[in-house]
């Protein structure tokens, strides 16, 4: 992956959001009904025409806001949205940061999700439908990419142990084998030939029944963002952001540990597990700090991005393995 650089229009702190400002206007959206949709559809991206919804019909628009699950805290401010959602990688889009302009040509409906390999019965779901069948939830979660960058967003979504259920895998699958959409016709980068596409993540099935593995619907209590993975997203915020990957059309149940994207692309530099630990630094940079977007800020990274409560006893018995790369 690229190694950043700060760019001109980063956010000083004292723009980012302050959280009461952002409750205020949920609390906002949750009271005025109908009309709130109105509001939330005829948004534009900052500084553009453009329709923040890319002019794709969201049918599930109306769920949102959703709230919020409050055992999920972090201690830190959230970045702004503004930030969030113009600061992304989607290597689909290219491989800087400012794909949000291009992310808005990805078609996100109709849209359908696959479940297949050893699942009781092979189906696809409308997207739509999906959502429907869950019960949706807002998250703050810390996201930590393998760049030494970090953002706090509120995202919105179900439990993927929700998702799983629903697959109704075999007890014989071991993972998860995850895939997002491959178009080269909407996504310029997917005609690098170089690049293994699609991207493809994976998960053990114990890491996706985890609390804290959550599938992603929404931010900022409205419909993701195609720049941020839209309609369908993975967070798995103790591992690197990269785990986390956007936009899913498939999950694949397996026994067969999968090969993600970038350990295929340098296997010396990427691995399955991915956990983030500030004592495991990549073969090209360090991983002891890393800075707050938004801000001029480095903090101390920490071992599972801080949710090792969660997710430690996953990894007990695997000490030989490379859990942090
Ligand atoms: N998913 C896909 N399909 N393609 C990508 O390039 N980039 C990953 C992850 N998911 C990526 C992806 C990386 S490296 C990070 S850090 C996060 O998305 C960034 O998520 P964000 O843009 O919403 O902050």
Request: one cysteine or more; aromatic letters at 12%.
């Amino acid at each position: 992956m690229l190694v950043r650089r700060k760019r001109g229009w980063e956010l000083p702190e004292s723009a980012a959001t302050p959280e009461h400002v952002y409750l205020n206007r949920r609390r906002f959206m949750g009271t005025a009904g109908s009309g709130a949709l109105a509001i939330a559809s005829g948004l534009v991206w900052p500084g553009t025409g453009i329709a923040q919804d890319g002019g794709s019909a969201r049918p599930t628009a109306d769920l949102y806001p959703v709230p919020r699950n409050m055992r999920y805290r972090v201690e830190r401010d959230l970045t702004s949205e503004e930030l969030a959602t113009t600061y992304n990688n989607f290597y689909e889009f290219g491989s800087h940061k400012e794909i949000w302009r291009a992310a808005q040509a990805l078609p996100i409906r109709p849209w359908t999700v696959t479940f297949d390999g050893q699942v009781e019965e092979e189906r696809t779901v409308d997207i739509d439908t999906l959502i429907r069948a869950m019960s949706l939830e807002e998250r703050v979660y810390r996201l930590r990419c393998v760049e030494a960058w970090a953002i706090t967003i509120p995202w919105s979504g179900f439990p993927m142990r929700a998702l799983i259920d629903y697959a109704r895998p075999l007890s014989s699958a071991r993972y998860v084998r995850m895939e997002t959409f491959q178009d080269s016709e909407v996504a310029p980068g997917q005609r690098q030939f170089w690049y293994p596409w699609p991207y493809v993540e994976g998960l053990t099935m114990a890491e996706a029944r985890n609390d804290l593995a959550f599938m992603v619907t929404g931010l900022y209590g409205r419909p993701l963002p195609k720049q941020n993975g839209a309609p369908l997203r993975l967070a798995v915020p103790w591992k690197y952001g990269f785990k986390s990957l956007k936009s899913i059309v498939r999950l694949t149940f397996t026994e067969e540990r999968p090969v993600n994207f970038w350990q295929e692309i340098a296997p010396n530099e990427y691995g399955f597990w991915a956990n983030v630990n500030p004592e495991v630094p990549h073969p090209r940079w360090s991983q002891a700090t890393e800075r707050l977007i938004g801000t001029d800020e480095r903090v101390p990274t920490r071992i599972y991005n801080g949710y090792g409560e969660f997710v430690a006893d996953l990894y007990a018995d695997m000490q030989g393995e490379p859990l942090f790369m």
